[in-house]
Nanobody, 126 residues
């Protein structure tokens, strides 16, 4: 069974950077649009960023725009999320998710994603 595996989280200080990776074990990675979501303690899971199948269109939440960058390498079956200028409020479990059809014109809701990977914890200390 194919799976999605997120990694790269850790404990950092405010202002630091991290790169999260999401690796797909199957052969059809380029068939999926990819998204990153996060869930802080006691809060609902929220959209962070998304990228179309080819990588030509990206979409960000207002809270991370200008600080985070989503990208993908279809040859490596991997999606990335570069987190810069981290803030304590970025502390959360970060999840990658895949969606077969996404136009790139609106942020996908968590319920709309087709597949989910296990999360990776990002903790930002002040």
């Amino acid at each position: 069974r194919c799976s999605w595996q997120a990694s790269g989280g850790g404990l950092v200080q405010a202002g630091d950077s991290l790169t999260l990776s999401c690796v797909y074990s199957g052969r059809t990675f380029s068939s999926y649009a990819m998204g990153w979501f996060r869930q802080a303690p006691g809060k609902e899971r929220e959209f962070v960023a998304a990228i179309t199948k080819s990588g030509g269109i990206t979409y960000y939440s207002d809270s991370v725009k200008g600080r985070f960058t989503i990208s993908r390498d279809n040859a490596k079956n991997t999606a990335y999320l570069q987190l810069n200028s981290l803030k304590p409020e970025d502390t959360a479990v970060y999840y990658c998710a895949a969606k077969l059809y996404w136009s790139g014109t609106y942020p996908p809701a968590p319920a709309a994603m087709d597949f989910w990977g296990k999360g990776t914890l990002v903790t930002v200390s002040s």
